[in-house]
């Protein structure tokens, strides 16, 4: 069974300039979701999406970051304009539902440095 | 509130030494999973155990090791004789239930010398 597959796996960029990064979840997984992992740091939920819609992005800065899944699989993450401290790994999830004993499976993540 | 504490920042061990990396969870649900993930240097979260609250059994998978004490909140994950590919940062996580959101800890980097 393939994994979570995400792309590109390096981005560098320039403040202020825009950025967008995909990630295709698992073949059935329902849900799929979007970290910021910045270094030395745990993983920070971005966005939770259940198929196509929105479950929790209370912690999305959405003045900069978007994101969408408009056909219930794979999902784009957009930042515009980039900022300095959005340099971080960001990883894409998914899990067949939600709740229960269902675990997530993440994909390799993009890492994303600006300068 | 949810919250994962692993207090061990960086950890270095040589080859063959057994290691215990600690965690320390905070919440008010009844029903919760706890996790721990192991990071290589690739970057992917690679799963390790999930244990839900209900069970306090300790478990054994080959050389690892987990020690679920409820009545201090704790998830310890033991590695015995340690090997250099056991090398990375290593991640416990609370799940509510029902709820899919993660809660991470700040991860321990675990160097392991030959």
């Known amino acids: 069974e393939a994994g979570v597959a995400q792309s590109p796996r390096y981005k560098i960029i320039e403040k202020r300039q825009s950025v967008a990064f995909w990630c295709n979840p698992i073949?059935?997984?329902?849900?799929l979701y979007w970290y910021q992992q910045i270094l030395g740091q745990g993983p920070k939920l971005l966005i939770q999406f259940q198929n196509n819609g929105v479950v929790d992005d209370s912690q999305l800065p959405k003045d900069r970051f978007s994101a969408e899944r408009l056909k219930g699989v794979d999902s784009t993450l957009k930042i515009q304009p980039a900022k300095l401290e959005d340099s971080a790994v960001y990883l894409c999830?998914?899990?067949?539902?939600?709740?229960?004993?269902?675990?997530?499976?993440f994909g390799p993540g993009t890492r994303l440095t600006v300068t | 509130a949810q919250k994962v504490t692993q207090a061990q920042t960086e950890i270095s061990v040589v080859e063959k030494e057994d290691v215990t990396l600690d965690c320390v969870y905070e919440t008010r649900d009844t029903t919760y999973y706890l996790f721990w993930y192991k990071q290589p240097p690739s970057g992917e979260l690679v799963f390790l155990i999930r244990?839900?609250?209900?069970?306090?059994q300790n478990e054994i998978s080959g050389r690892y090791s987990w020690n679920f004490q409820k009545s201090t909140s704790s998830f310890n994950f033991t590695i015995t004789a340690s090997q250099v590919v056991d090398s990375a940062v290593y991640f416990c996580a609370l799940r509510p239930y029902n709820f899919n959101k993660f809660y991470f800890g700040s991860g321990t980097k675990l160097n392991v010398k030959p």
């Open positions: 999830a998914s899990s067949t539902a939600v709740g229960g004993s269902n675990e997530q499976y």
């Open positions: 073949s059935g997984h329902a849900t």
């Open positions: 244990r839900n609250s209900f069970d306090e």
